[in-house]
């Protein structure tokens, strides 16, 4: 069975504070691994697509990186708008999107 | 470009009546795909839309039930509302059904009384 496991479930940063958010998967022939932001009251916001091991994507102050069996999301110098939670999600050959929990980060000024 | 459109925004119904949400997919989206979010289970996958045939389904009992339109615009069902339907509901498109990503709407929140 297809599943993806998301740590910390929350997170408290000072803004600065760099840190990393992981996503452990087991899936049979990954299709892709998918970071979402979801801001509360909103759907979630893409992200970045991860497709196999060794790629890395970048954006502003977020990289993620893959590997085999997990995803990190690194934040480097997080703010205050950083906060909320960030969901990842793996697409396994011939099945549907499958979601972690979620990481729910806060960043204080 | 417009992005995922989901109506109506909220709604309130009672235990019993029936729902029917609609989604409106980025322009030359032809999957779209329904989930369930509720603060205790997170996101769960309702079904899979591409070119109008169901591709997948998640593990939700027959009460729920949804379609796909020509123009790929989709509706999503359910009967015989029970109090723990109560939550947000995310409608997705992406271009195929392939691994490319899905982009959200803001939801509709279904509230059962």
């Known amino acids: 069975e297809d599943q993806v496991t998301q740590s910390p479930e929350a997170l408290r940063l000072q803004e600065g504070e760099s840190s990393s958010l992981n996503c452990s998967y087991t899936?049979?022939?990954?299709?892709?691994l998918f970071w979402y932001r979801q801001d509360p009251g909103k759907g979630p916001e893409f992200l970045f697509t991860l497709y196999s091991a060794g790629e890395e994507k970048e954006k502003e102050r977020l990289k993620a990186t893959l590997t085999k069996k997990e995803s990190f999301l690194h934040i480097t110098a997080p703010k205050p708008e950083d906060s909320a939670t960030y969901l990842c999600?793996?697409?396994?050959?011939?099945?549907?999107?499958?979601f972690g929990e979620g990481t729910q980060l806060t960043v204080n000024p | 470009k417009a992005g995922v459109t989901q109506t109506p925004r909220y709604l309130i119904k009672t235990r019993g009546q029936q729902v029917t949400l609609s989604c409106s997919p980025i322009?030359?989206?032809?999957?779209v795909s329904w989930y369930q979010q509720t603060p205790g289970q997170g996101l769960q996958f309702l079904f899979e839309?591409?070119?109008?045939?169901?591709?997948n389904k998640g593990n939700f009992p027959g009460r729920f039930s949804g379609r796909q339109f020509s123009n790929s615009r989709s509706e999503m069902n359910v009967s015989t509302l029970e109090l723990g339907d109560s939550a947000l509901y995310l409608c997705?498109?992406?271009?195929?059904?392939?691994?490319?990503?899905?982009?959200f709407g803001d939801g509709t929140r279904l509230s059962i009384l």
């Open positions: 322009s030359g989206h032809r999957s």
């Open positions: 999600a793996v697409r396994p050959s011939g099945s549907r999107l499958t």
């Open positions: 899936v049979s022939g990954l299709r892709g």
């Open positions: 839309y591409f070119s109008e045939t169901q591709r």
């Open positions: 997705a498109s992406s271009p195929t059904e392939a691994g490319q990503p899905q982009h």
